[in-house]
């Protein structure tokens, strides 16, 4: 850890960590992504998943249920997994970025206690909230710090 | 480590390594994304530095020199440090992106060893040099990763 990050009281100041675990990137086709991200690291080429329903997942997209849903692997990188995303059906963060920027690293990760003080203190510093929802074992939201950071940042609360 | 990364014999295959060290963040106005991570982060605004001269750095970008410089800043976040950049001067893939994508992430980096070696081994998986140079201590190259892998990488090696 750096003198920065040492002087940082984890769950005191910030949204209480300044460990990324995931870079998120979007893409048009996560089958072709997955074998040329292994083909270039010389690993097995990683499976992908369905994420859940809106009944599952309960995803809210700018405050309205959506029935958005993504393909996702993941390739673990130390740390950091590098998470290919592949929008799929109804609105979303993923689909605006791809809209708006083509393929490419649409948000950081972070995991995080206590989701909606931090969404709540993110939302004061002009970092709003865009998208949230739920997976098996836990929940996640985007922040929307593209205006102010360059980037969306997503956080990642686990329950176990 | 995963049980991918665990097959992945470092230094066989691939590049050498699966661990990011930086993720690496274009921005118009580096002073001012500087204060906005602070403040999200609370943590104290890092300070920011210019890249070498081409005299110093011998920056080549798609092959030829270039008086590109950039203002850098660093924000250790665990393992992996995110790299702010706001490109100064001359051609650079710093840019390029900034032209065609705004703000963003512009890559993902990795510390190896045998930089020329990695250059080819990429190029030859259609993974091809976009702008290389020195800094002290070390020499970094970026390859441009965007039609396979959604994202440019970027080499570092330190010769310390």
Request: charged residues 20%.
């Amino acid at each position: 850890m750096s003198d920065i990050a040492a002087t940082n009281p984890a769950n005191e100041t910030g949204i209480g960590t300044l460990t990324i675990t995931q870079v998120g990137l979007v893409v048009r086709n996560i089958e072709q992504t997955a074998r040329a991200f292994a083909a270039v690291f010389g690993i097995p080429v990683p499976s992908s998943n369905l994420t859940g329903s809106l009944d599952e997942a309960h995803t809210e997209y700018k405050g309205q249920p959506s029935e958005a849903r993504a393909r996702l692997a993941f390739i673990k990188a130390g740390q950091v997994s590098i998470e290919l995303i592949e929008p799929i059906g109804g609105p979303s963060t993923w689909r605006d970025f791809l809209d708006e920027h083509g393929e490419g690293v649409h948000h950081i990760a972070f995991e995080i206690k206590g989701m909606n003080e931090r969404i709540t203190y993110l939302a004061d510093k002009g970092v709003p909230l865009v998208q949230r929802g739920d997976y098996t074992g836990g929940c996640y939201a985007y922040l929307d710090g593209t205006s102010s950071l360059g980037v969306v940042l997503e956080l990642l609360e686990n329950y176990r």
